[in-house]
T-cell receptor
């Protein structure tokens, strides 16, 4: 069984540019989560999809961040325009059941310069 | 609000030593889950254990053991006879039980270095 896959693994962009991160969850997992770790700080929740619906987006920092999960399969997280403070590692996780074991991807390291 | 504190930031031990990673949590919920994840150098977060708040039994899995104590709100993780491959960042996390919000609240992580 393939694990959670995230693309790209690294991205370096200039302030003001747009970046789109992609997450492919484990097949059959309805729950998909995005988290972010800013350097030296905790891994923080961004949002939670159940299939294609946003269940909880309380962790999204501001309206420069847009997450989608069309068709309830893969998800994208777009940052537009990127700011320096958006730098960090973005993790995606999926689980079959809410509160169940969440499988994480390897993360996307985003650097905004 | 939920909070997870991992007071140790970096630990360095010599191979074969035992090491305990501390985790203290805060929650107003009476029912919740506690987790430990390992982040090896490759970057992904690897699930190690989930414990629900009803079950205070300690758990042992090979060289790993976990001590859950509700009285002190702690969920400590011990690695016995550590090995170089145990070198990683370890995260403790907390979530409400299903039916409510299942998002994870993480601690800052503990970087464990095991030297040969």
């Amino acid at each position: 069984e393939a694990g959670v896959t995230q693309f790209p693994s690294h991205s370096v962009i200039e302030k003001g540019q747009t970046v789109t991160l992609r997450c492919d969850p484990i097949s059959g997992h309805d729950n998909l989560y995005w988290y972010r770790r800013v350097m030296g700080k905790e891994i923080k929740f961004l949002l939670h999809f159940v299939k294609e619906s946003k269940q909880d987006e309380s962790g999204m920092p501001n309206n420069r961040f847009l997450a989608e999960r069309t068709g309830g399969t893969y998800s994208t997280l777009k940052v537009q325009p990127a700011e320096l403070e958006d730098s960090g590692v973005y993790f995606c996780a999926s689980s079959r059941d809410r509160g169940g074991e969440a499988f994480f991807g390897q993360g996307t390291r985003l650097t905004v310069v | 609000a939920q909070k997870v504190t991992q007071a140790q930031t970096e630990i360095s031990v010599v191979e074969k030593e035992d090491v305990t990673l501390d985790c203290v949590y805060e929650t107003r919920d009476t029912t919740y889950y506690l987790f430990w994840y390992k982040q090896p150098p490759s970057g992904e977060l690897v699930f190690l254990i989930r414990r629900n708040s009803f079950d205070e039994q300690n758990e042992i899995s090979g060289r790993y053991s976990w001590n859950f104590q509700k009285s002190t709100s702690s969920f400590n993780f011990t690695i016995t006879a550590s090995q170089v491959v145990d070198s990683a960042v370890y995260f403790c996390a907390l979530s409400e039980l299903p039916g409510a919000n299942s998002k994870l609240t993480f601690g800052k992580g503990i970087t464990l270095s095991v030297r040969p």
